[in-house]
């Protein structure tokens, strides 16, 4: 299937779903109800539902899960705040994004090296006693060719078309999309993975550290749609929805450690390596794609920096 195949699919799924959810007569009912009533109906089905879902989690995982999980929601949510400057602008200074991209990349470079392949080394030597290196290295390399097959395998398009200006049709962007879901998907587990620990400060730094990279990658998703004559708080949404993959991750991630503790070193080096190569395959060639970018490079060093201050504070 060619990519402009795909990405037809893909659009025609969506909008297959989202025409059935607004036929049925349960959709039309509530619609019909007065402003108040209408948003009233709707909170309330959504807090039902979340405490359905949290309730299950907790009462079959324990509050480390529910925690767990709703921290991965918050660092997807964030994408959705990355894109409403897109409710104002059309587009930023080349300068500017190049700056967030570095800070994320800084910032995801120390979340990978002290929240995830420290501890990982740390639980494999209390597993497997002076193997914790190795185990934190095959980790890696799964999870670098777990991405380098899905990178492969499912049509999409690159950072760095982006800087090129080749996002100038609806199926492009939506290829856009997808790659941003497929990179978002382990940045989840590693959230997931962290409070699976058991260490509630990892788990914390890691969301905190996804949840700021996720930031540019929102406005990404929502300035080509705006520039293409979408709804811009459809743009936002669009955006925010490619964040929720995360919590999907983040569920996987911890109930699987939880329930297969000796998974846990490897897992860990499974979701630095996957944040690894979508560092160096996306994001930093992103940042330099118009020749070298001081200003991406010096919000490289201050991201990290001030991730690994916050890593060693909350210690």
């Known amino acids: 299937m060619t990519q402009s195949a ?18 049925s007569d349960r959709y039309q009912k509530i619609m019909a109800l007065p402003p108040a009533q209408r948003w009233l109906t709707w909170t309330g089905l959504f807090a039902a539902s979340q405490v359905i879902v949290f309730g299950s989690l907790y009462v079959i995982f324990g ?5 767990g999980f709703l921290a991965s929601i918050l660092a997807g949510l964030a994408t959705g705040v990355g894109a409403l400057p897109a409710l104002f602008f059309t587009e930023i200074s080349k300068n500017l994004f190049n700056s967030l991209l570095g800070a994320a990349a800084g910032v995801m470079l120390a979340a ?13 030597n209390q597993i497997w006693p002076g193997n914790g ?17 899905a ?20 199926n492009k962007i939506w290829l856009f999309i997808i790659a941003i879901t497929i990179h978002n998907f382990p940045e989840g587990m590693s959230v997931g993975v962290s ?26 998703v929502a300035l080509p749609l705006v520039g293409l004559g979408y709804n811009k708080w459809k743009a936002v949404g669009i955006a925010t929805l490619t964040g929720l993959v995360e919590p ?29 190569f979508v560092i160096s395959e996306e994001i930093i060639p992103e940042t330099h794609s118009e020749g070298r970018s001081r200003h991406a490079t010096f919000a490289l060093m201050i991201g990290f920096i001030i ?9």
């Open 248 to 276: 999907v991750g983040g569920l996987l991630g911890i109930t699987m450690v939880t329930i297969f503790t000796p998974v846990l070193p490897i897992a860990m080096g499974f979701a630095a390596g996957a944040m690894l």
């Open 133 to 149: 290196l190795w185990v934190a290295s095959l980790g890696m390399m799964i999870g670098a060719l777990f991405l380098h097959f």
């Open 195 to 220: 409070f699976g620990s058991g260490d509630m400060k990892n788990g914390i730094i890691l969301a905190t550290a996804i949840a700021l990279q996720n930031i540019p990658e929102g406005l990404a």
């Open 307 to 315: 991730m690994m201050i916050l890593d060693n504070l909350l210690g």
């Open 151 to 170: 990178d492969r395998k499912l049509p999409h398009i690159h950072f760095d078309t982006i800087a090129d200006q080749h996002l100038n049709s609806l």
């Open 112 to 124: 990978t090296a002290f929240s995830l392949l420290v501890p990982s080394i740390d639980y494999g």
């Open 63 to 67: 509050e480390i899960v529910v925690i």
């Open 6 to 23: 795909f990405s037809t699919t893909i659009q025609d799924y969506f909008s297959h779903q989202w025409e059935a959810i607004t036929s």
